[in-house]
T-cell receptor, first 114, second 112 residues
Framework: KQEVTQIPAALSVPEGENLVLNCSFT??????LQWFRQDPGKGLTSLLL?????REQTSGRLNASLDKSSGRSTLYIAASQPGDSATYLC?????????????FGKGTLLTVNP | KAGVTQTPRYLIKTRGQQVTLSCSPI?????VSWYQQTPGQGLQFLFE???????NKGNFPGRFSGRQFSNSRSEMNVSTLELGDSALYLC???????????FGNGTRLTVT
């Protein structure tokens, strides 16, 4: 059974700092990995999706990497801003190839202080 | 392009009642999946529909059911509600395998 772990559970940083969020998974035979952010009381917003054949994806100040051999993914946020404050979740799609049965980590609550 | 729309946003029900939640996917998306989010368990997969057929199901009791219509809209039903069913229920749609999932803002269900 796939398990996804996110460390740390919470992180507080001053504005402008670069930071890394970690995600680890037990089954390396993943199909793809997706990073989301969730604002309080809201749904999830898709940030980046990395296919299993890819090593990383970039979008603006965000960069996500995937290392299947070690079972790890990282989300790098450059020059953090108060608007980045949210819960960040990673989710993997298992080796069955179904894009629709995601296993989520518990998330990292990020607070960026002005 | 409109996003995933879930109705209602909030629901308060009593134990033993049943409830139906609705989800309209992004236009053109044929896959709709449902997730339950609670503080203790996090996000858990309920089921996924594609072209009116349930393709995947999570580890939830039979009280949780769903369906998808020919226009890809989906409904989720929970019968004989229990206090533990209180949660945020999220619907997501996707255009196909390998494509990102897009989530709605969810329905907050409170069972008293």
């Amino acid at each position: 059974k796939q398990e996804v772990t996110q460390i740390p559970a919470a992180l507080s940083v001053p504005e402008g700092e670069n930071l890394v969020l970690n995600c680890s998974f037990t089954d390396s035979a993943i199909y793809n990995l997706q990073w989301f952010r969730q604002d309080p009381g809201k749904g999830l917003t898709s940030l980046l999706l990395i296919q299993s054949s890819q090593r990383e994806q970039t979008s603006g100040r965000l960069n996500a990497s995937l290392d299947k051999s070690s079972g790890r993914s990282t989300l790098y946020i450059a020059a953090s801003q108060p608007g980045d404050s949210a819960t960040y979740l990673c989710a993997d799609v298992g080796s069955g190839g179904s894009n629709y049965k995601l296993t989520f980590g518990k998330g990292t609550l990020l607070t960026v202080n002005p | 392009k409109a996003g995933v729309t879930q109705t209602p946003r909030y629901l308060i029900k009593t134990r033993g009642q049943q409830v139906t939640l609705s989800c309209s996917p992004i236009s053109g998306h044929r896959s709709v999946s449902w997730y339950q989010q609670t503080p203790g368990q996090g996000l858990q997969f309920l089921f996924e529909y594609f072209s009116e057929t349930q393709r995947n199901k999570g580890n939830f009791p039979g009280r949780f059911s769903g369906r998808q219509f020919s226009n890809s809209r989906s409904e989720m039903n929970v019968s004989t509600l229990e206090l533990g069913d209180s949660a945020l229920y999220l619907c997501a749609s996707s255009s196909g395998t390998g494509s990102p999932l897009h989530f709605g803002n969810g329905t907050r269900l409170t069972v008293t």
